[in-house]
């Protein structure tokens, strides 16, 4: 059998790949990839979760359904936003995406 | 050591081999399919902990339309990264370093706590418990999460939709002057 620990572990270096990817990215795709990666993190927490503490009834496998959910919305939005950046700017680079900048 | 275990050291170094390459790699397209094996390598380890129908859906989810997303939105905006620029951005190292600080205080918190381990049996029809389950206790969350996805579809589709150009020269334009906005 393998240790809830483990997943727990994997789930951490996961979602820490996922930040590095997110915050030190210049393409605005590879941000939004960043992002998969710390949601997919997340899901695998929760399905170890679901597996080792409450295997009787069936709320781990809702949560991570509703986060795949969330996720798909996310990304499909995150994408329109940089296309339509990339039509106004001729740039996904996010450090030239700067016109809130004071 | 079992072989469950040794599948699941093969499984999480794919994973964790493939995340590292998704943030790494300078070319964009390179980093997309290796997102996509690293997926892959989600997925079974979902069927290594007995959740068939969640691998389903992250294959289906993941590398059948968030990956498909993905690469299109990287053809839609290609050539724009100018070749002598690398791909990670100045803050780098901070963000190295604040990386490993949360990985290992993460790791350290959930192996040292104590957590209540369960030895009740596996659900035995997870797949009809889960329709039964979306449709009586969490129905509303169920129809909210449609709705979300609806907003998201017209969302994006209004976003990224192309503008003609009269369509811009109307956005400029001040509102409230009917002599302004005659063609």
């Known amino acids: 059998m393998i240790p809830l620990s483990w997943y727990l572990a ?3 270096i996961l979602f820490s790949v996922g930040l590095y990817g997110a915050l030190a990215r ?3 795709v590879a941000v939004l990839m960043g992002i998969e990666l710390m949601l997919n993190a ?3 927490n929760l ?4 597996r080792y503490l409450t295997p009787q009834v069936l709320i781990g496998q809702v949560f991570a359904v509703f986060v795949i959910t969330v996720a798909a919305a996310e990304v499909a939005l995150g994408l329109a936003l940089v296309i339509a950046i990339y039509r106004q700017r001729r740039t996904i680079n996010v450090e030239e995406i700067n016109l809130l900048k004071g | 050591m079992e072989f469950t275990q040794v599948t699941f050291f093969l499984i999480a170094g794919g994973i964790v081999a493939t995340a590292v390459g998704v943030v790494t790699l300078r070319n964009i397209f390179h980093a997309a399919l290796l997102l996509i094996a ?5 997925a079974a380890l979902y069927v290594l902990l007995e959740a068939p129908f969640l691998a389903g859906v992250q294959v289906l989810i993941y590398i059948g339309a968030i990956s498909v997303l993905i690469l299109f939105g990287i053809m839609l905006t290609e050539r724009v990264m100018q070749p002598e620029q690398t791909a990670r951005n100045e803050q780098w190292w901070l963000v190295l370093i604040v990386m490993a600080l949360l990985a290992s ?4 918190l959930l192996a040292s706590a104590p957590w209540p381990i369960s030895d009740q049996p596996l659900i035995p029809d997870q797949i009809a418990g889960l329709g039964v389950d979306f449709l009586t206790t969490y129905v509303l969350p169920f129809e909210v999460a449609s709705l979300l996805l609806l907003m998201a579809l017209l969302g994006a589709v209004i976003i990224a939709r192309e503008r003609g150009p009269e369509e811009m020269e109307m956005e400029k334009r001040p509102a409230g002057d009917p002599a ?3 063609p």
Do not use: T
């Not at chain 1, 399905?47 to 679901?50: E, I, M, N, R, T």
């Not at chain 2, 690293?38 to 989600?42: A, L, N, P, S």
């Open chain 1, 10 to 12: 994997l789930g951490a």
């Open chain 1, 26 to 28: 210049r393409n605005a």
């Open chain 1, 42 to 44: 997340v899901n695998i």
């Open chain 1, 47 to 50: 399905v170890a979760f679901w």
């Open chain 2, 38 to 42: 690293c997926f892959g390598g989600v």
């Open chain 2, 105 to 108: 205080a993460l790791a350290f």
């Open chain 2, 180 to 182: 302004e906005r005659a």
